[in-house]
């Protein structure tokens, strides 16, 4: 076998400045309307969630927001990543493509969260924030909100979806050996949970369930406030590192990618990757930008663009997003992370406007791509990560059949290695696909607010 090929970049090469595309975007944002009044949300109505620096760049309008020399220190821990070519897995699939892929999982929580969970808790413990409280899906937020609270000396409690919270009992441990205090989501400790618990005590949770808890949770506490892990325009903000990183480690390549991949679920690890080269589209530059999302939970490809709640208990502000309803209920799939009912308003809104494409695959397809690429290039992917893989492959296939050159970058989010049991699943022929029935969309979608 040929061996990998790695383009490091050193230390210097951090970026100094997050990219935030909202000034360059070619149409407007839609604004986000207050929960119960259902005006327009000022920085004093969100004061009680987020601290105002974080506020300001929700809303921000300048193109580049400078890094903290505090939180580039801390990224200096696994930043910069690095970029392979994946040449054993070109060879393997006999593809004139060049597949290119960055890896976060090199980060001490082996994903991409660290890079807006560290300057989160920078944030917080800047304004006098003592606690913070968030929720998490398969963990890989709430492990890296968990460090970040470490590092800053915050309290931190994490609403786990309670499927994962058995199915990823490791996560939980990595949370706790970081010093946060875990729990199932829904859980007794809140108003929001004892309702949903009373509804059905068996309920297997959901990311929009854990938000309601961590709100209600933040808002109650004078000491406290909410992080959260994706979705928002500062988390998306901080995550473009990422894409930074990668378009200087594809000049060292000699290459510019024809299509970037990164698989979704609120939308961050995609939009820190691909937000700097939908830049580079933006000023002329052709490639395409695909989104992949499982198709239990396929917000972009079968949800509608409108107005919802982020959360089933109507606490978070309404956001326009492609949504499968704010009630939806996601199957138990492995890909913990994207099981979210909600899509980014910012990649949303880029969807809607044709900028970027989506694609949904099921979860033995994905779990087949994970496998070909750890046989290959050596790393389990994280059951999230594999969706992008899955793509990848496909487009290398494609550009097989089409006898074309096709140089192709995806986001290689976080390594599987608290997966294995979906590994297990899938190799002993266990996992079970689910594709989400029109009616149930349909149901989710009754409850919608009107706007």
Same mark, same amino acid.
């Given at each position: /076998? /040929? =061996?990998q090929v790695k383009f490091l970049l050193d230390e210097s090469k951090i970026p100094k400045d997050w990219y935030n595309i909202i000034p360059d975007l070619p149409f407007p944002l839609p604004p986000v309307y207050h929960p119960v009044t259902l005006q327009p949300v000022s920085p004093e109505d969100l004061a009680p969630i987020f601290p105002m620096e974080l506020i300001k760049q929700e809303v921000s309008t300048e193109r580049y927001i400078e890094i903290p020399e505090e939180v580039?220190? #801390?990224?200096?821990?696994w930043r910069p990543t690095p970029l392979f070519r994946a040449v054993n897995l070109e060879k393997y699939l006999d593809t004139p +493509?060049? #597949?290119?892929?960055?890896y976060e999982g090199v980060s001490p929580p082996g994903s991409h969260k660290p890079n807006t969970a560290v300057a989160q808790a920078f944030y917080n413990k800047l304004e006098g924030v003592k606690r913070l409280t968030t929720e998490t *899906? +398969?963990?890989q937020w709430g492990s890296a909100l968990a460090m970040a609270c470490n590092f800053f000396k915050l309290e931190c409690k994490v609403y786990m979806v309670k499927v994962s919270y058995y199915q990823k009992p490791y996560r939980r441990s990595l949370m706790e050996i970081w010093g946060a205090k875990v729990v199932p989501s829904p859980s007794p400790d809140t108003e929001a949970g004892k309702k949903i618990l009373e509804q059905d005590p068996e309920s297997p949770g959901s990311l929009g369930v854990a938000i309601s808890e961590a709100v209600e949770d933040a808002v109650k506490r004078d000491d406290t406030k909410y992080s959260l892990g994706s979705v928002l325009n500062h988390v998306l903000l901080h995550q473009t590192v990422i894409g930074e990183e990668a378009l200087l480690q594809m000049e060292m390549a000699g290459e510019f990618p024809d299509v970037v #991949? *990164?698989?979704?679920?609120g939308g961050s690890n995609f939009a820190g990757l691909s937000f700097p080269f939908i830049r580079e589209k933006f000023k002329g530059k052709k490639i395409r930008v695909v989104a992949v999302e499982p %198709? =239990?939970?396929p917000s972009l490809t079968k949800g509608v663009y409108t107005y919802d709640y982020g959360d089933v208990a109507k606490m978070t502000p309404l956001l326009k997003m492609y949504t499968l309803g704010h009630n939806f209920i996601p199957p138990a799939i492995h890909a913990g992370g994207l099981r979210y009912h909600g899509m980014a308003p910012l990649v949303s809104a880029l969807y809607h406007n044709g900028y970027i494409e989506a694609v949904a695959y099921p979860q033995t397809k994905v779990f087949e791509a994970g496998v #070909?690429? +750890?046989?290959? %290039?050596g790393i389990v992917p994280a059951p999230e990560s594999t969706h992008a893989i899955r793509a990848a492959i496909d487009e290398a296939l494609d550009a097989k059949e089409k006898g074309e050159k096709r140089v192709i970058l995806f986001n290689l989010s976080g390594h599987g290695f608290f997966d294995l049991s979906a590994y297990d699943q899938y190799l002993s022929g266990k996992l079970e696909d689910y594709f989400y029935p029109k009616d149930k969309v349909e149901e989710a979608l009754k409850e919608l607010p009107k706007i």
């Open positions: /076998m /040929m =061996s580039r220190k #801390i990224y200096k821990l +493509a060049h #597949i290119y892929y960055k *899906g +398969a963990g #991949i *990164g698989c979704v679920g %198709e =239990s939970c #070909i690429f +750890a046989r290959t %290039e």
